[in-house]
């Protein structure tokens, strides 16, 4: 078991920067994947961006290239995400998610095996 703990979602303006925090306990030597998704009001679950823990590789869907970066603390196994130049379509509640073995796909949220409670993030215009 993989338990996950999101922090740092809030209330900010167009513009504005945010960092968010994914703490990890649990088996997390398992982990293989991390990943962040959003979710809107009414919307399904999207991608945003994700890391391998093993090599340090990352991901990111394309809206959030150049704005958003994930990187990670081994030693205190947290996985952070840089929000930077945010806008009101970046309003979602954002959810760290974990995947325990290897594979390919990395932007399905069914390629994940544990998720977090999710953390508000709200951009006003």
């Known amino acids: 078991q993989v338990q996950l703990v999101e922090s740092g979602g809030r209330l900010v303006q167009t513009g504005g920067s945010l960092r968010l925090s994914c703490a990890a306990s649990g088996r997390t030597f398992s982990s293989y994947r991390m990943g962040w998704f959003r979710q809107g009001p009414g919307k399904e679950r999207k991608f945003v961006a994700a890391?391998?823990?093993?090599?340090?590789?990352?991901y990111y869907e394309d809206s959030v290239k150049g704005r958003f970066t994930i990187s990670r603390d081994n030693a205190k196994n947290t996985v952070y995400l840089q929000m930077n130049g945010l806008t009101p379509e970046d309003t979602a509640l954002y959810y760290c998610?974990?995947?325990?073995?290897?594979?390919?796909?990395?932007?399905?949220?069914?390629?994940?095996?544990?998720w977090g409670q999710g953390t508000q993030v709200t951009v006003s215009s």
């Open positions: 890391l391998t823990w093993s090599t340090g590789s990352t």
């Open positions: 998610a974990a995947r325990v073995s290897y594979g390919l796909v990395i932007t399905s949220p069914d390629s994940y095996n544990y």
